[in-house]
């Protein structure tokens, strides 16, 4: 292991997403559900960061993601690094990549939407990336960056 100081323990084996903006942390948690991991997991929120000013870092002992389950954080925290430990040393790092599509986690934002109205889970096409837009399947309307709600 690199000989310096972490300001939240190093893990022997599993995941690190880092360069969490510092407001998107705990949508991240919730995102991934980590309320119902029972493995290790240590959080650490608004550390010093060079790029970001503050930012959040989530270790998740014994945990490795599957492509399409990580990604979804991309929507809150597109600027998050996911570090694979093995062994102590950082093997791989990957960075998160908004999917096509998007089932459950955003609220859409049209109050008429039947998935405001009825028991719908919500469904939305990405229609773009960068600037993030999400077209409800329902009701067509778009959800934007600075409206989505996490649910
Ligand atoms: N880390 C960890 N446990 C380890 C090894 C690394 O928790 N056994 C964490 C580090 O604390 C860091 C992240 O994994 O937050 C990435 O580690 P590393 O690549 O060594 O750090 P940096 O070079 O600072 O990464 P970056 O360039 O992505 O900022
Ligand atoms: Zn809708």
């Known amino acids: 292991m690199k000989d310096k100081q972490l300001s939240v323990s190093a893990i ?37 960061s060079k790029k970001l000013g503050k930012k959040g870092i989530i270790k998740l002992s014994n945990i490795f993601f599957k492509d399409n389950e990580i990604n979804k954080i991309a929507l809150v925290a597109p600027s998050a690094k996911l570090n694979i430990i093995r062994e102590y040393e950082v093997v791989e790092k990957r960075v998160v990549e908004i999917p096509d599509e998007i089932h ?31 077209k409800c399947h329902y009701c067509e309307k778009i959800t934007d960056q600075d409206n989505i709600e996490i649910i």
């Open 12 to 48: 022997k084996e599993g995941t690190v997403i880092d360069h969490i903006p510092a407001p998107a942390l705990f949508k991240v948690v919730s995102i991934l559900n980590l309320e119902e991991l029972d493995t290790m997991i240590t959080i650490g929120n608004s550390l010093g």
């Open 104 to 134: 459950d986690i955003v609220k859409c934002v049209n109050p008429k939407c039947i998935t405001n109205n009825e028991q719908v889970s919500t469904r939305f096409e990405v229609v773009s990336k960068s600037d993030v837009k999400l």
